[in-house]
């Protein structure tokens, strides 16, 4: 389709040098312009979630973790 457009000067020649370096016409490079802006943004990936792991165990804790002394000394005995 035929249309008039005014342009800033400025642009219109960075448009015609652009379509020179690239050997196409001056149409392809506003209509490849025109498809960029009127294209849908590009979807954003989800933002990672990190999923702390729940572990249900069937033996009583071997320490009172409130207990920061008795803490530290599980933590201190050999494996």
């Known amino acids: 389709m035929k249309t008039t457009l ?21 149409r392809a490079v506003v209509e490849d312009a025109l498809r960029a802006r009127l294209s849908p943004p590009p979807r954003r990936p989800e933002p ?17 973790v409130a207990d920061r002394q008795a ?4 933590l201190d005995e050999p494996e």
């Open 6 to 26: 005014e342009l800033d000067d400025r642009i219109l020649e960075r448009a015609k040098r652009l379509a020179a370096e690239q050997g196409t016409t001056l």
């Open 48 to 64: 990672y979630r990190f999923v702390v792991p729940i572990v249900h165990g069937t033996a009583p804790p071997r320490v009172d």
């Open 71 to 74: 803490l530290y000394d599980h």
